[in-house]
């Protein structure tokens, strides 16, 4: 059974930084992209980043270009998401996704900037 | 960037009716389009890929059609477990999703 499981939100500061990360398992991690979409309290989903198979190809979103790094981790079986300079607008819930289109979710973390 | 807009933002229909959801993209993408469903406080669920394509586990209810710049998800007889909101997005260039459209209880 695939599962993903992230971890890492929580509240912080405008400004502040914060590194998601999402466990994989059930399937071959390094042979799928991965992709983080999130979704602001009572709004609807937005696409922030995706990375290749191995790591070569990296997207952003042009809301999250310069601040947020996606990364991978193919031996540990993880993704990573590190956020820069979170604005008040970055609160949202943050999923993991593989492939493309988004065959399978995450259970989604929380990050709330505020002061 | 391609846009994309779903209509309508919210529907009103009772269990047993024909549901249809159209989705434009500003731009061509082929046949490069998804939709999912989500519920209240769980992830999203894919439910059709290349536009009519059905992913393993989803009910036969639901189907997709369309290419170029006009797509359409149909359940053809809406289930209780069909009430929801409902995201297209294209996966041409990048990635981008629709607003939603909610589908609630007439």
Do not use: H
């Not at chain 1, 042009?62 to 300079?85: M, P």
């Amino acid at each position: 059974e695939v599962q993903l499981v992230e971890s890492g939100g929580g509240l912080v500061k405008p400004g502040g930084s914060l590194r998601l990360s999402c466990v994989a398992s059930g399937f071959t991690f390094n042979s799928y992209t991965m992709n983080w979409v999130r979704q602001a309290p009572g709004k609807g989903l937005e696409w922030v980043s995706s990375i290749s198979s191995g790591g070569l190809n990296v997207y952003n979103a042009d809301s999250v270009k310069g601040r947020f790094t996606i990364s991978r981790d193919n031996a540990k079986n993880s993704l990573y998401l590190q956020l820069e300079s979170l604005r008040a607008e970055d609160t949202a819930v943050y999923y993991c996704a593989r492939s493309n289109p988004f065959d399978s979710w995450g259970q989604g973390t929380l990050v709330t900037v505020s002061s | 960037d391609i846009q994309m807009t779903q209509s309508p933002s919210t529907l009103s229909a009772s269990v047993g009716d024909r549901v249809t959801i159209t989705c434009r993209a500003s731009q061509s993408i082929g046949t490069w389009l998804a939709w999912y469903q989500q519920k209240p406080g769980k992830a999203p669920n894919l439910l059709i890929y290349k536009a009519s394509s059905l992913q393993i586990g989803v009910p036969s209810r639901f189907s997709g059609s369309g290419s170029g710049t006009e797509f359409t998800l149909t359940i053809s007889s809406l289930q209780p477990d069909d009430f929801a909101t409902y995201y297209c997005q294209q996966y041409d260039t990048y990635w981008t999703f629709g607003q939603g459209t909610k589908v609630e209880i007439k």
